[in-house]
């Protein structure tokens, strides 16, 4: 061994002295869990997204999503400029990435962090699975190419022989049958962890006026997360709309979503973590300074919470010393934190639900019957907003349920729907 080469197996070594790897990786028992999107380069730069190993030697970070799987059954993976160091596999379109499966690995390995697949995305068009059977074969072949490698199949690996720490499910429009995608996921990897494999974990990316359109199928008690990352942005429910000092919060609904853990979510420890843009481009309701920090620790007063989701990855290192100021955030919430509302109860529930305080308020009324039987009705009606009042400025609300204010964006700006309940000139 050259010297060179033993001085830098010394350092590697005093290195993993100094920073041992104590808090990387999601842990369910902590309020500082950080999860960062990596994959769509939404700063939209050409070198605003880096490789993913780049981003994890930060120990800021214990959670990185891949976005996106962005169809399931002509599997397709889209990590935009990333995608630019992947081949194809013969015959196909989808992308075989040798340096993703590297990073993966060393994320994992040299630094112990939770590596999910996300899937969905606001491109996914799929709509589901048009039946539970198509849904279950579904979930067995994405477990075959992201999962454990298994010695009998073929399946084409875009990661290669890395294996994911679990799945994210990020659906923006309706789909169906997704609850038995994500149920037969959830009993591949409890199955796996049983016969001696590592942890994996299920999460999922609702939208924050609850239910999610989107995900409450998978939401509503029948199957088993780990965490939830809310997307508490392009919303009427968005993190800029924390009231510092209000107990009643009428738009940043947290309490609510703590009700659908303590008594709706199948596991009742779910974590969630609170969505926030990381940069003024990220989604609208872009927070930062003592409105983050009332809202950060707010959020940390229920025993549900978990930490934080940012998106994405390209916003956040383009946003100098954002991510020191969430974990400063996370950390200076102090004092023992202190279990409210809801408590939990056991079989037979039934809670009403607030999600929306506005005239056209929609109530849901969610009964868990047992653990994996669940109904749930909802109704709604919407109060029509205004073609005429004062032209609305970039980034402001001009539609959506419960908009009553002006729909005319400033000049040159148009009216862009990200969701039923959202609609912002840009
Ligand atoms: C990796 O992270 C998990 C979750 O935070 C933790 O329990 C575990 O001890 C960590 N492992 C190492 C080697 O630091
Ligand atoms: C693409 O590969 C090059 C060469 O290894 C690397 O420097 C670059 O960071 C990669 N880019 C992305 C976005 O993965």
């Known amino acids: 061994m050259s010297f060179s080469q033993s001085f830098l197996s010394r350092m590697a070594a005093l290195t993993s002295l100094v920073l041992p790897l104590v808090s990387a990786g999601f842990d369910p028992s902590s309020k500082t869990n950080i999860a960062v999107y990596w994959g769509q380069n939404s700063y939209g730069q050409a070198t605003s997204q880096e490789r993913l190993s780049y981003y994890c030697s930060n120990t800021e970070i214990d959670i990185i999503p891949i976005?996106?799987?962005?169809?399931?059954?002509?599997?397709?993976?889209?990590?935009?400029?990333?995608?630019?160091?992947?081949?194809?596999?013969?015959?196909?379109?989808?992308l075989d990435c040798p340096q993703i499966e590297a990073d993966i690995e060393e994320c994992q390995s040299s630094y112990n962090k939770t590596i999910m697949l996300s899937i969905g995305g606001a491109t996914y068009t799929e709509g589901g699975f048009t039946s539970s059977t198509a849904a279950i074969a579904a979930a067995q072949e994405i477990w075959a190419m992201f999962g454990p490698v298994q010695a009998s199949s073929t399946v084409d690996r875009p990661f290669g022989d890395a294996v994911v720490d679990g799945f994210d499910f990020d659906f923006e429009s309706v789909t169906e049958n997704t609850a038995y995608f994500a149920a037969e996921l959830r009993a591949l990897m409890n199955a796996a962890t049983a016969a001696g494999d590592k942890e994996y974990y299920l999460s999922a990316a609702p939208q924050c006026p609850y239910p999610d359109a989107a995900d409450n199928d998978m939401l509503d008690g029948?199957?088993?997360?780990?965490?939830?990352?809310?997307?508490?942005?392009?919303?009427?429910?968005s993190i800029s709309t924390f009231v510092a000092g209000d107990t009643a919060q009428p738009y940043f609904d947290y309490t609510t979503w703590d009700a659908w853990a303590q008594t709706v979510s199948a596991n009742p420890n779910v974590k969630i973590l609170v969505g926030i843009p990381a940069n003024t481009g990220a989604g609208s309701g872009y927070t930062t300074g003592a409105t983050l920090e009332a809202a950060l620790q707010y959020s940390e007063t229920f025993s549900s919470f978990g930490g934080v989701m940012m998106w994405d990855m390209s916003q956040l290192y383009a946003n100098t010393g954002f991510l020191d100021e969430v974990?400063?955030?996370l950390g200076s919430g102090g004092g023992s934190p202190t279990p409210t509302s809801t408590s939990k109860t056991s079989t037979?529930?039934?809670?009403?639900?607030?999600?929306?305080?506005?005239?056209?308020?929609?109530?849901t009324t969610l009964t868990r019957t047992s653990s994996t039987t669940l109904s749930s009705s909802s109704s709604s009606s919407s109060a029509s907003a205004s073609s005429t009042g004062a032209p609305v400025a970039e980034w402001g609300q001009?539609?959506?349920?419960?908009?009553t204010g002006s729909t005319v964006c400033a000049s040159p700006y148009s009216c862009v729907c990200n969701s039923v309940w959202w609609c912002q000139c840009e």
């Open 67 to 94: 976005a996106f799987l962005l169809a399931i059954d002509t599997p397709t993976i889209n990590v935009a400029n990333a995608g630019n160091n992947c081949t194809t596999f013969a015959g196909t379109e989808l």
């Open 222 to 237: 029948a199957v088993s997360f780990d965490f939830i990352m809310i997307q508490f942005y392009n919303n009427y429910c």
């Open 327 to 329: 974990a400063a955030d």
């Open 348 to 363: 037979t529930t039934s809670t009403t639900l607030r999600t929306s305080t506005t005239a056209s308020a929609t109530t």
């Open 398 to 403: 001009c539609g959506g349920i419960g908009y």
